[in-house]
Nanobody, 124 residues
Framework: QVQLVESGGGLVQAGGSLRLSCAASGRTVSTYIMGWFRRAPGKEREFVAGISQTGRTTLFADSVKGRFTVSRDNAKNTLYLQMNSLKPEDTAVYYC?????????????????WGQGTQVTVSS
Protein backbone atom coordinates (compact mmCIF):
# COMPACT_ATOMS: atom_id res chain seq x y z
CA GLN A 1 0.00 0.00 0.00
CA VAL A 2 1.14 3.57 -0.64
CA GLN A 3 0.10 6.91 0.83
CA LEU A 4 0.12 10.00 -1.36
CA VAL A 5 0.26 13.66 -0.32
CA GLU A 6 0.09 16.48 -2.87
CA SER A 7 1.47 19.97 -2.40
CA GLY A 8 2.32 23.04 -4.41
CA GLY A 9 -1.11 24.26 -5.38
CA GLY A 10 -2.12 27.87 -5.12
CA LEU A 11 -3.37 30.95 -6.91
CA VAL A 12 -1.58 32.08 -10.06
CA GLN A 13 -2.34 34.47 -12.89
CA ALA A 14 -2.99 33.22 -16.39
CA GLY A 15 0.27 32.56 -18.17
CA GLY A 16 2.03 31.71 -14.95
CA SER A 17 3.54 28.47 -13.70
CA LEU A 18 3.22 26.12 -10.77
CA ARG A 19 4.92 22.89 -9.84
CA LEU A 20 2.94 20.29 -7.97
CA SER A 21 4.59 17.60 -5.92
CA CYS A 22 3.26 14.29 -4.69
CA ALA A 23 5.13 12.66 -1.85
CA ALA A 24 4.65 8.93 -1.53
CA SER A 25 5.24 6.74 1.48
CA GLY A 26 4.72 3.10 2.22
CA ARG A 27 5.53 0.56 -0.40
CA THR A 28 8.38 1.51 -2.73
CA VAL A 29 6.92 4.02 -5.14
CA SER A 30 9.12 2.88 -7.99
CA THR A 31 6.87 -0.14 -8.40
CA TYR A 32 3.87 2.06 -9.27
CA ILE A 33 2.72 3.79 -12.38
CA MET A 34 1.80 7.31 -11.32
CA GLY A 35 -0.77 9.72 -12.64
CA TRP A 36 -2.17 13.19 -12.19
CA PHE A 37 -5.89 13.86 -12.43
CA ARG A 38 -7.96 16.96 -11.83
CA ARG A 39 -11.52 17.86 -11.02
CA ALA A 40 -12.88 21.25 -11.94
CA PRO A 41 -16.01 22.65 -10.27
CA GLY A 42 -19.09 20.93 -11.64
CA LYS A 43 -17.08 18.52 -13.76
CA GLU A 44 -15.95 14.95 -13.49
CA ARG A 45 -12.40 14.02 -12.58
CA GLU A 46 -10.21 13.87 -15.68
CA PHE A 47 -6.81 12.52 -16.57
CA VAL A 48 -3.99 15.05 -16.87
CA ALA A 49 -0.73 13.12 -17.13
CA GLY A 50 0.83 9.78 -16.35
CA ILE A 51 4.29 8.32 -16.08
CA SER A 52 5.69 4.83 -16.07
CA GLN A 53 7.76 3.34 -13.26
CA THR A 54 11.07 4.29 -14.88
CA GLY A 55 9.88 7.62 -16.23
CA ARG A 56 10.59 6.62 -19.81
CA THR A 57 6.95 6.68 -20.81
CA THR A 58 4.72 9.69 -20.27
CA LEU A 59 1.21 10.45 -21.41
CA PHE A 60 -0.70 13.72 -21.42
CA ALA A 61 -4.22 14.87 -21.99
CA ASP A 62 -4.56 16.88 -25.19
CA SER A 63 -5.60 19.92 -23.19
CA VAL A 64 -2.23 20.13 -21.43
CA LYS A 65 0.19 18.86 -24.07
CA GLY A 66 3.07 21.23 -24.61
CA ARG A 67 2.33 23.10 -21.38
CA PHE A 68 2.64 20.47 -18.64
CA THR A 69 5.43 18.01 -17.94
CA VAL A 70 5.42 15.09 -15.54
CA SER A 71 8.46 13.61 -13.85
CA ARG A 72 9.38 11.46 -10.92
CA ASP A 73 12.29 11.01 -8.57
CA ASN A 74 12.10 7.46 -7.28
CA ALA A 75 14.98 8.04 -4.88
CA LYS A 76 12.86 10.72 -3.20
CA ASN A 77 9.57 8.88 -3.67
CA THR A 78 8.17 11.99 -5.29
CA LEU A 79 6.10 12.72 -8.37
CA TYR A 80 6.02 16.16 -10.00
CA LEU A 81 3.77 18.06 -12.36
CA GLN A 82 5.27 21.18 -13.89
CA MET A 83 2.51 23.39 -15.21
CA ASN A 84 3.39 26.28 -17.51
CA SER A 85 1.31 28.75 -19.49
CA LEU A 86 -1.57 28.17 -17.14
CA LYS A 87 -5.07 29.05 -18.24
CA PRO A 88 -8.21 29.78 -16.21
CA GLU A 89 -9.63 26.47 -17.45
CA ASP A 90 -6.82 24.68 -15.61
CA THR A 91 -8.47 25.68 -12.34
CA ALA A 92 -9.24 22.48 -10.46
CA VAL A 93 -8.30 20.27 -7.57
CA TYR A 94 -5.33 18.20 -8.69
CA TYR A 95 -4.86 14.65 -7.47
CA CYS A 96 -1.99 12.24 -7.78
CA UNK A 97 -2.70 8.56 -8.08
CA UNK A 98 -0.83 5.28 -8.21
CA UNK A 99 -1.47 1.95 -9.80
CA UNK A 100 0.31 -1.35 -10.15
CA UNK A 101 0.62 -2.61 -13.69
CA UNK A 102 2.55 -2.25 -16.90
CA UNK A 103 0.77 0.58 -18.69
CA UNK A 104 -0.14 4.17 -18.02
CA UNK A 105 -3.92 4.38 -17.88
CA UNK A 106 -6.15 7.41 -18.40
CA UNK A 107 -9.22 6.34 -16.47
CA UNK A 108 -9.46 6.97 -12.75
CA UNK A 109 -10.91 3.57 -11.90
CA UNK A 110 -7.63 1.98 -13.03
CA UNK A 111 -5.78 3.65 -10.16
CA UNK A 112 -5.67 2.09 -6.72
CA UNK A 113 -4.35 4.86 -4.47
CA TRP A 114 -5.15 8.55 -4.32
CA GLY A 115 -3.97 11.65 -2.55
CA GLN A 116 -6.27 14.19 -0.96
CA GLY A 117 -5.77 16.78 -3.70
CA THR A 118 -4.37 20.28 -3.94
CA GLN A 119 -6.23 23.30 -5.26
CA VAL A 120 -4.95 25.17 -8.29
CA THR A 121 -6.67 28.42 -9.18
CA VAL A 122 -5.75 30.38 -12.29
CA SER A 123 -7.06 33.92 -12.49
CA SER A 124 -7.67 35.69 -15.78
Amino acid sequence: QVQLVESGGGLVQAGGSLRLSCAASGRTVSTYIMGWFRRAPGKEREFVAGISQTGRTTLFADSVKGRFTVSRDNAKNTLYLQMNSLKPEDTAVYYCAARLGTMVKVTSHDYDYWGQGTQVTVSS
